[in-house]
């Protein structure tokens, strides 16, 4: 027998299987010469029969066992809600399955997903194989799935993406088309190709029909890869888990009242109020969560990769088994419930005194709708708030204008932006557009969960106790030089170099309401913010203008509420689920897992709304709307319609036959030769030309004239300026030598 044979080879790789490219087995082997020659053949006959995969150009690795730093692909949840990975070669992924094992020793990062690829360390366990990530790789856009319909074609089809950053249609041959017949929503997987032409790529999953008025909703599930099914033993845990027998204290014959939206199906607070000498106790109880899901267990795996709920006009994605949200851990009226209260002591001027948390049972008194405590309190009770108007409304809100007197001395962010709702039939088509009433209950109920936010992160913080805050941190510098920059427009100071308070935005948006430049400055404030995140490390919370702040008050829709909990828990002694050892630990990755999952959510959200949205005016096509100017680049203005809260584009190319410059600092589009302008926060009226409900877009000509020239302002020379080019259609600002009045060949 020749050397080397098969075995030395797969002996070798056995004792080393860090060695994978051809060299390193050369020299592991002290194959020389000739011998080269045999190894490689060597290699290919373990390739073709399976033994072997190829990693690499010139690499290869056992079939049946990774080496033990690979690159992995996550391919599926399995039963118990573990996330599994397989190891990536050349040909596609191969090799055992590996569990999830989170990251590396003191490495952190985003948590992965289905279809995510990373570096990991691979080990072999009792239980099997485990993954821990060293880095996890950005997706290129060739690699990430793609939702839209898929369009029957002679042969095979295409599938028109419904998302607007996708300019490409994707085809598909008859043999990838997995059953889709034509108008199907599916979700469809690249595949890897080389040079130019059409973009293959094959049918993964069948989501609707495009007729299905739920489609909105069941695309952006799709395109964000929320889960939506429990795995078994998730839903057995939720059905049959009875919780441990803790000390609790009674809190039944309190008389505690929810009061939430009038459509809520899950009820996770609860407030109660009451006169005292020289102010008041408060008690806001939150349903224990914890006590149904504890920690490691497939519940609690399943909460944690979904990190809260997901809300849409149709339906909600909860992050618990309707069991627990809308039934065990719902604060139903008249019944025993489970929960977290903490008790506040406040005086007359809002100021707090003492704060005591506790682990209770309760009882609640009644379950009100924002409008129906709103009415009582006006005067109007009903009959299920009547009895409760002198004993528990009336302090309550006697409680909340004491907590305003603070408030106002706080000084808080003043942002009060109007919210629309989309109502939807029982046919699942949008009945409707409103707005939400926004009442003195609902800045009742928001100043009481602000107030026992606060009280958990003092709490946990002055034991010493790890913890998720929430914080917010102020503007940049970019941000806040940038509004300097458009407060000149408007002949407004902002001195820079002074430190940023929320007392000054509140002041610039006082001195602008009721000015026809209120929705500007508005707008460009709310820009200005930074977004508020989750983390381990404390910096406040400057829109709220909190130095400690943590979300404790919604564990059945937010895991960071549970681990909040769960700390309280073991600080205090409630019982034995405790926040554990591992949790604390890898607290920062929790961390940024939960601000990925919150953002996911919120853009599947918007995407679905953008949706319903472009259905409900899709045989409006030709009306004309009233608007305001919400956004201003240089390929044309984004326009908010006022009846609906819809948002519309019109381009730049279609305004007029005149040139329009991007002016940033003015956030406006100013005429070439007239020096007219269009800019943030202008009221206009526009028609709708056209609507793409699968993009949920909608396609906008200006009607409005745009506003004179400013005084005394300067035009900037023709000479190498920078204008829109509307030859190109692109949307870019470049030197433009285009016939005015040319029409666009795109739309975008």
């Given at each position: 027998m020749?050397f ?7 002996d070798?790789?056995?004792e080393?299987?860090d ?5 390193d087995?050369a ?8 011998e080269?020659q045999?190894?490689r ?7 073709a029969?399976?033994?072997?995969t190829?990693?690499g ?10 080496p ?5 692909v996550?391919?599926?949840t399995?039963e118990?809600g573990?996330?599994i ?35 990991a360390r691979i080990?072999?366990?009792k239980?099997?194989?485990s ?7 950005e997706k290129?856009?060739?690699?990430r799935?793609?939702?839209g ?10 599938v ?9 249609e994707?085809?598909?041959r ?5 059953g889709?017949?034509?108008g199907?929503l ?22 609707g ?6 489609a909105?909703?069941l695309l952006?599930i ?27 204290t ?19 607070d609860?407030?109660f ?9 408060i008690i806001?109880?939150i349903?224990d969560?914890s ?9 609690d795996v ?5 990190g809260n ?16 949200s809308a039934d065990?851990?719902?604060l139903?009226?008249g ?8 008790e ?9 005194r ?17 409008e ?9 009770p009903s009959d ?14 006697d409680?909340y ?37 926004r ?5 009742l ?8 936010n ?10 010493g ?14 941000k ?9 427009t ?11 308070q929320?007392?000054?935005f ?7 309401d009721e ?5 500007a ?10 977004q508020?995140?989750?983390?381990p490390?404390?910096?406040?919370h400057?829109g709220l203008n909190l ?12 895991y ?11 600080t ?7 926040l ?14 939960l601000?990925?999952?919150?953002r996911?959510?919120m ?7 953008d949706?319903?949205?472009a259905?409900f005016?899709?045989?409006?096509v ?17 326009v908010r ?9 019109c381009?730049?190319?279609?305004i007029s ?7 940033e ?6 005429g ?5 302008r ?6 206009v009226?526009?028609?709708?030309a ?8 909608l396609l906008l ?7 004179p ?5 300067k ?13 190109k ?19 975008r």
């Amino acid at each position: 027998m020749s050397f080397p044979d098969k075995q030395t080879v797969l002996d070798f790789l056995k004792e080393n299987p860090d060695a994978t490219s051809k060299q390193d087995i050369a020299r592991g082997l002290k194959v020389k010469g000739r011998e080269r020659q045999t190894l490689r053949a060597i290699l290919k006959e373990l390739e073709a029969d399976g033994t072997l995969t190829k990693t690499g150009k010139r690499a290869w690795a056992r079939s049946d066992v990774p080496p033990p730093t690979s690159v992995v692909v996550f391919e599926k949840t399995d039963e118990n809600g573990d996330l599994i990975a397989r190891a990536s070669g050349k040909e596609g992924p191969y090799g055992p399955d590996l569990i999830y094992d989170g990251y590396n020793g003191k490495m952190r990062g985003p948590a992965p997903g289905v279809g995510d690829r990373g570096l990991a360390r691979i080990k072999q366990t009792k239980d099997g194989w485990s993954a821990r990530l060293m880095k996890l790789f950005e997706k290129r856009d060739e690699e990430r799935p793609v939702t839209g319909v898929y369009l029957r074609t002679a042969r095979g089809g295409r599938v028109k993406p419904a998302s607007r950053k996708i300019k490409h249609e994707l085809h598909v041959r008859e043999a990838d088309v997995n059953g889709a017949e034509d108008g199907d929503l599916v979700v469809a997987m690249p595949m890897p190709q080389r040079g130019y032409g059409p973009v293959r790529a094959r049918i993964t999953e069948i989501i609707g029909r495009r007729e299905d008025p739920r489609a909105a909703s069941l695309l952006a599930i799709a395109a964000h890869d929320i889960p939506t099914e429990f795995p078994a033993a998730v839903v057995a845990q939720a059905q049959e888990h009875v919780p441990a027998e803790v000390k609790r204290t009674d809190l039944r014959d309190t008389p505690l009242i929810t009061i939430d939206p009038a459509d809520a199906r899950d009820h996770d607070d609860a407030v109660f109020a009451e006169r005292i000498a020289d102010g008041f106790r408060i008690i806001v109880a939150i349903a224990d969560v914890s006590a149904y899901v504890t920690p490691d267990s497939a519940l609690d795996v399943e909460a944690l990769k979904r990190g809260n709920s997901t809300y849409f006009p149709d339906r909600v994605v909860p992050m618990l088994p309707f069991e627990l949200s809308a039934d065990a851990c719902s604060l139903k009226e008249g019944r025993d419930r489970l929960c977290m209260a903490v008790e506040i002591q406040i005086d007359k001027s809002g100021t707090k005194r003492s704060h005591k948390f506790m682990r209770a049972i309760m009882r609640s008194a009644g379950a009100l709708s924002y409008e129906e405590a709103q009415q009582a309190i006006d005067g109007q009770p009903s009959d299920r708030a009547r009895p409760l108007l002198e004993t528990v409304l009336q302090p309550l809100w006697d409680a909340y204008a004491a907590l305003s007197e603070a408030r106002e001395r706080r000084g808080p962010l003043e942002l009060d932006l109007p919210e629309r709702k989309v109502e939807i039939a029982k046919d699942g088509s949008v009945a409707g557009i409103r707005t939400k009433a926004r009442f003195d209950a609902h800045k009742l109920i928001e100043e009481m969960m602000i107030q026992a936010n606060v009280c958990a992160a003092e709490e946990l913080e002055k034991r010493g106790s790890p913890l998720l805050y929430r914080i917010h941190d102020a503007p940049s510098d970019a941000k806040i030089a940038a509004l300097s920059e458009f407060l000149k427009t408007m002949d407004i100071d902002w001195p820079l170099g002074e430190r940023t308070q929320t007392k000054r935005f509140n002041r610039l948006l006082s001195d602008f309401d009721e000015t026809e430049h209120a929705e500007a400055v508005s707008e460009i404030v709310l820009r200005t913010q930074s977004q508020a995140i989750y983390s381990p490390d404390n910096i406040g919370h400057f829109g709220l203008n909190l130095k400690k702040y943590a979300h404790f008050t919604s564990p059945i829709r937010r895991y960071s509420d549970l681990i909040v909990h769960r700390a309280l828990i073991k600080t205090h002694g409630f019982g034995p689920e405790g926040l554990t050892d591992k949790q604390a630990a890898q607290l920062d990755e929790t961390a940024q897992h939960l601000v990925q999952t919150e953002r996911r959510s919120m853009a599947a959200e918007r995407e679905a709304t953008d949706r319903y949205l472009a259905l409900f005016l899709a045989d409006r096509v030709g009306a004309e709307f009233s608007g305001r100017i919400t956004g201003v680049t240089a390929s044309g203005l984004f326009v908010r319609l006022d009846e609906t809260g819809a948002d519309g584009f019109c381009p730049a190319s279609r305004i007029s036959h005149e040139y329009w410059r991007y002016n940033e600092a003015a956030q406006a589009l100013v005429g070439e030769d007239s020096g007219k302008r269009y800019e943030l926060g202008q009221t206009v009226e526009v028609r709708l030309a056209e609507v793409t409900p699968l993009e949920g877009g909608l396609l906008l000509e200006l009607l409005s004239e745009p506003k004179p020239r400013r005084p005394g302002e300067k035009l900037q020379p023709r000479t190498r300026g920078k204008r829109y080019d509307r030859r190109k259609g692109s949307g870019k600002v470049s030197r433009g030598k285009g016939k005015p009045g040319g029409k666009s060949k795109k739309r975008r």
